[in-house]
């Protein structure tokens, strides 16, 4: 995944000096948009945590933007039999709708369901801010396993994102019941009754593995590269010009290495404090006035 790096420019720095909002030991600020955690919790499948930093690069053609939870199951020789699920999450953050969650033509959130053909997942209530669905089996054939042995998908939802700045949200899936059996019951009925009422028997042991999984997947935090700061403290301080300048002067460190690899992007980003692309005196020089403008030590 390619790192997306945010560079506060010295240009930035004289406006926030003009508008006096200047505290500049160390800047990190003038990030494009506040990061944006998803969790995505369950009472029976396992919570993960996402963390998306510029949620554009997964934007459609209309410009929006969508996250996909899947709550997984993989139990090896078990049929699903009936499921009832509670899906939660904020509407000031994230917009469920039909359109976007649907099997053909059938409103869906039983994906499992649709794929082996039988049986019945349907959504029974949709609302502002939850979603309430319900499967059961006619017979014995929704199976708990993927035979290449992955996980099978119990309960997906696809959600636009309508607030990027909202700083934290959570989709909740709440099993009310599930009951499974064996692969070799001839007609289903009701051999595990896993969870009731939204309790989970914690003593059933049915070898399964549970999982939890939020798409896109979390992004790296950008890195946030200081003009000026040449030697890569976090600030813009007087020793970033004397370093340059020992460089010019064709100072080395103790084992005789430069004592500035600008061959490197980040250390040219930082060090090219006036923005033309080369590094010379002028840098200095331009390092040396944001000092003084800001009154930095």
């Given amino acids: 995944m390619t790192k997306r790096i945010k ?27 506040a990061p944006l955690t998803v969790t995505a919790a369950s009472n029976f499948f396992p919570s993960t945590v996402n963390t998306y930093y510029d949620l554009s690069e997964f934007e459609d053609d209309n410009g929006d933007a969508f996250i996909t939870v899947e709550y997984k199951m993989h139990a090896d020789q078990k049929y699903l039999i009936n499921i009832d699920v509670d899906l939660t999450y904020d509407p000031e953050v994230l917009e469920w709708s039909a359109d976007y969650n649907k099997t053909g033509n059938v409103i869906n959130i039983f994906p499992f369901a649709a794929k082996n053909g039988f049986g019945s997942g349907i959504v029974n209530q949709a609302e502002e801010n939850r979603v309430v669905g319900n499967f059961s089996s006619v017979r014995p054939a929704a199976w708990a396993y993927n035979e290449d042995g992955s996980a099978v998908t119990v309960v ?18 709440i099993v009310e019941y599930l009951a499974m059996c064996d692969e070799a019951v001839q007609k289903p009925y009701v051999q595990y009754q896993v969870v009731a009422d939204g309790v989970v028997d914690s003593e059933l042991e049915l070898g399964e593995t549970l999982s939890t999984v939020v798409t896109p997947a979390s992004q790296e935090p950008p890195v946030v590269i200081l003009v000026g700061d040449v030697d890569n403290d976090g600030q813009v301080t007087i020793s970033d010009a004397t370093l340059l ?43 040396q006035r944001l000092v003084a403008e800001f009154g930095i030590e």
């Fill in 156 to 173: 997906k939802a696809v959600f636009k994102v309508l607030d990027r700045n909202a700083g934290a949200t959570a989709v909740n899936c």
């Fill in 245 to 287: 300048q020992r460089h010019f002067a064709e100072f080395t460190a103790q084992d005789g290495a430069p004592l500035l690899d600008l061959t490197d992007e980040a250390a040219f980003t930082r060090t090219d404090a006036n923005r033309d692309g080369k590094i010379d005196i002028r840098d200095v020089t331009q390092i």
């Fill in 7 to 33: 560079t506060v420019i010295s240009v930035l720095l004289a406006l926030a000096l003009v508008a006096g909002i200047f505290a500049i030991a160390p800047l990190t600020a003038f990030a494009d948009e």
